[in-house]
């Protein structure tokens, strides 16, 4: 049962970016950092800005707890020299 639920709501989660896809076929420019893009349909420039950002917040997640778990031990240590 719960398979079938997985692929249900992948379907779905398909069938909503196809239509949201079709319905935002207008090419736009944008400039970002003095830099023109490409004209673009403005759906594949959404879709993209929404896989980058699924990328970057994880890594930044990662670094921050790494640095916080790093400083801890850094902490650790320096308080045994003492």
């Known amino acids: 049962m719960k398979k079938k639920l997985t692929i249900l709501l992948v379907f779905l989660v398909v069938l909503i970016v196809l239509g949201f896809t079709l319905e935002n076929q207008q090419s736009v420019e944008l ?26 917040g994880p890594a930044l997640r990662t670094l921050f707890l790494l640095r916080r778990r790093h400083g801890r031990n850094l902490n650790q240590a320096h308080m045994r020299d003492q």
């Open 31 to 56: 400039v970002f950092l003095g830099v023109p893009t490409p004209r673009l349909p403005i759906s594949l420039l959404i879709i993209l800005t929404l896989l980058i950002g699924m990328l970057v």
